[in-house]
């Protein structure tokens, strides 16, 4: 496949491009900070059910931290290739040290204070291009490991038969709650990413707040059903994480016509065991419907398959996390109407109110770099181009990742 010829504009102002900078960069720092505090937190609670001879949990929480890492690596190094990158002996070392996200961080600094600070345009591709692919190194470790972790400690929390000892149980609590923070920072660059693209409308801090809300309630819902069914049926969840995922396989070949890329196919039908993302470029509306009503129903079924099991009623505690389950749907629901009633439809109506615009950003990613496309990016829902357009125009895009791998 042709790689597409990369034009670079001039930014406008040096201060705006500077903030922008120095925003990047602190993101890219935070970002890689709590990707690996979650990675060693995560590592000594393997070790602690490793001292404990708990080997089922162990194995577990090993493979959630090594195969998601490797894929990582892998999706690294496809992407300097694609790129026409040469693998320098730094880009070799820190691959093989499992550093990705590391070296993309370092490339993000390296490049911006070349581009914004010594006026080197040039760099300016490599710059974002390297945030973005950071971005999405983020987004991959949140749902590959973050998530799983996630249901893994609260379900071993869940059947902890003593009285809560904080020297005992810190541990898996505080990676818990980095889990938590990397799916949050994970969320917020991948509206940040999908709404870069689009040089015609960018969001607001307004609509990105709604968006956010939106997505982490749905998480939060899926999530704590999740850990629920896995309270009482422990190898359950994974025959109906299993099953939701073959369906959505399903659903992506055939409704959504993804028959080329058998990848793309394979980790959107992953991430739809928890959020949604747009896969193609078609009517949005209809699979939204479809997919939260699946998400919905499959949530309350997980929890009322708990009833028969139960030799009591429920108690306090359970009740709450019932709650949090119904409770986050319909508050994430909510703000996802909202957002696209008011807010997205044509930027006007609700940013009147509170003054959304005031806080929009005037430049995109797309406003410094142009790929020569046989065809205009369409605007649609969430801003996503479809898998197909993006297969033969490389067109830079937060699903562009599994291009060609």
Not at 2 to 30: A, L, Q
Not at 138 to 144: C, R, S, T, V
Not at 163 to 171: E, G, L, S, V
Request: hydrophobic residues 50%; contains cysteine.
């Amino acid at each position: 496949m042709d790689h597409p010829e990369t034009h670079v504009n001039e930014i406008n102002g040096s201060t705006s491009g500077k903030t922008d900078c120095v925003f990047n960069i602190f993101f890219s720092i935070v970002a890689v900070l709590t990707l690996w505090a979650d990675i060693i937190t995560d590592a000594l609670v393997a070790k602690q059910f490793f001292e404990n001879k708990e080997w089922i949990r162990f194995g577990l929480a090993t493979f959630f931290i090594i195969f998601p890492s490797i894929i990582l690596q892998l999706f690294s190094i496809k992407w300097d290739r694609r790129n026409k990158q040469v693998q320098t002996w730094f880009s070799i070392v820190m691959h093989i040290l499992q550093l990705a996200a590391v070296k993309r961080c370092f490339l993000v600094i390296w490049y911006g204070q070349k581009a914004f600070y010594k006026s080197e345009r040039t760099f300016i591709p490599l710059y974002d291009i390297n945030i973005f692919y950071l971005k999405m190194l983020k987004l991959l470790h949140a749902f590959l490991e973050s998530a799983p972790q996630l249901i893994l400690q609260l379900f071993v929390l869940s059947k902890i038969n003593r009285a809560f000892d904080f020297k005992k149980d810190w541990i898996i609590i505080l990676s818990a709650v980095l889990s938590f923070i990397s799916l949050a920072l994970s969320v917020v660059a991948f509206i940040h990413n999908a709404r870069q693209q689009n040089s015609k409308r960018e969001l607001s801090i307004c609509g990105l707040l709604f968006q956010l809300i939106y997505r982490l309630n749905m998480i939060i819902s899926r999530i704590v059903a999740m850990f629920l069914f896995a309270s009482g049926y422990t190898w359950g969840l994974f025959i109906v994480a299993f099953v939701h995922w073959l369906c959505m396989v399903a659903w992506l070949h055939y409704f959504m016509r993804i028959k080329d890329n058998q990848v793309s196919k394979i980790l959107f039908g992953y991430f739809y065991i928890f959020w949604y993302i747009k896969a193609t470029n078609t009517k949005t509306k209809q699979h939204l419907i479809f997919y939260y009503t699946v998400f919905f129903v499959e949530n309350v079924l997980m929890v009322v398959a708990l009833y028969p099991i139960r030799k009591s009623i429920f108690n306090l505690l359970e009740i709450g996390f019932i709650i949090i389950v119904s409770g986050t749907f319909i508050i994430g629901l909510l703000f996802m109407l909202i957002y696209y009633k008011f807010i997205y439809s044509d930027g006007k109506n609700i940013s009147r109110w509170i003054y959304c615009n005031a806080f929009s950003k005037s430049e995109t990613i797309l406003t410094r770099i142009q790929f020569n496309t046989n065809q205009e990016p369409q605007v649609d829902s969430e801003v996503f181009l479809s898998c197909n357009e993006i297969i033969s125009h490389n067109i830079l895009d937060p699903v562009s990742f599994i291009d060609e791998f």
